[in-house]
C-alpha cells in the first residue's frame, strides 16, 4: 500500500497542483490543498476502499477541499465587504455629524454646569461680587458699593472667581476658544 500510495503521489502531485492553482489561484494554497488531499488519504486509508480507482479518489478530495477552500474565500469576501460598507456608513455617518456639530452647544450644558457648581462652592462674598459684575453688568464701583468694599477688594475676588473657574473648566477652554474663533471667523460661502 505505500509503495503504491508513493507512486500515486508522485505520479499526480504536480497533475493535482496545477489543477488546484486553475481555481485557487495561488500555487502555495495549490500546493497546501494537494498536501492535505494526500495526508486524508494517507490518515484514512483503512476505511477508504481501494479497489476502485485511486486517483479519481484523490481527484474528488481534491475537488471537495477547493471547493471548501473558495467557498471560505467567498465568505470572507462577504465579510469583508460588509465590513467596509459598515465603516462607510459610520465615517459617512461621522462627516454628516462633525458638519451638523455646533463647537457652542457641544459643551453648553456641561460648561453651564460646571459654572454653577463652582459658583455653589465659592465663598458668598466672591460668588457675590462675581454674579455682579460679569452677570449683570456693574461696573467695579457699583460692586464695591453694594457690598461694602473697596473696589480693590472687588477686583481681588473676582480674581480668585476667575481662577476656581479657569481651574474647574480647563478642560474645556480649548474647545470654548475654538469655538469662538470659529464663530468669529467662519463665514459659509
Not at 19 to 39: H, M, N, P, Q
Not at 131 to 139: A, D, K, P, V
Amino acid at each position: 500500500m505505500q509503495d503504491d500510495f508513493g507512486r500515486l503521489y508522485d505520479e499526480y502531485r504536480l497533475r493535482f497542483i496545477e489543477f488546484a492553482r486553475g481555481y485557487v489561484k495561488d500555487r502555495l494554497v495549490a500546493e497546501d490543498l494537494v498536501t492535505d488531499t494526500f495526508v486524508y488519504f494517507w490518515e484514512n486509508r483503512e476505511r477508504i476502499d481501494t479497489s476502485g480507482n485511486l486517483a479519481s479518489y484523490l481527484f474528488t478530495t481534491l475537488r471537495h477541499k477547493c471547493l471548501n477552500h473558495l467557498r471560505a474565500q467567498l465568505v470572507r469576501l462577504r465579510v469583508r465587504n460588509e465590513m467596509e460598507e459598515l465603516e462607510k456608513r459610520v465615517l459617512s455617518e461621522n462627516i454628516r455629524s462633525l458638519e451638523l456639530c455646533d463647537p457652542r452647544q457641544l459643551f453648553e450644558g456641561e460648561i453651564e454646569r460646571i459654572i454653577r457648581e463652582s459658583l455653589d462652592e465659592m465663598p458668598e462674598l466672591t460668588r457675590g461680587v462675581f454674579t455682579e459684575q460679569r452677570f449683570r453688568g456693574h461696573s467695579y464701583r457699583e460692586v464695591a458699593q453694594m457690598y461694602g468694599i473697596s473696589e480693590r477688594r472687588v477686583e481681588t475676588e473676582l480674581e480668585k472667581a476667575l481662577g476656581k473657574l479657569r481651574r474647574a473648566l480647563h478642560d474645556y477652554l480649548p474647545a470654548l476658544l475654538a469655538a469662538a474663533l470659529w464663530t468669529r471667523f467662519w463665514r459659509p460661502f
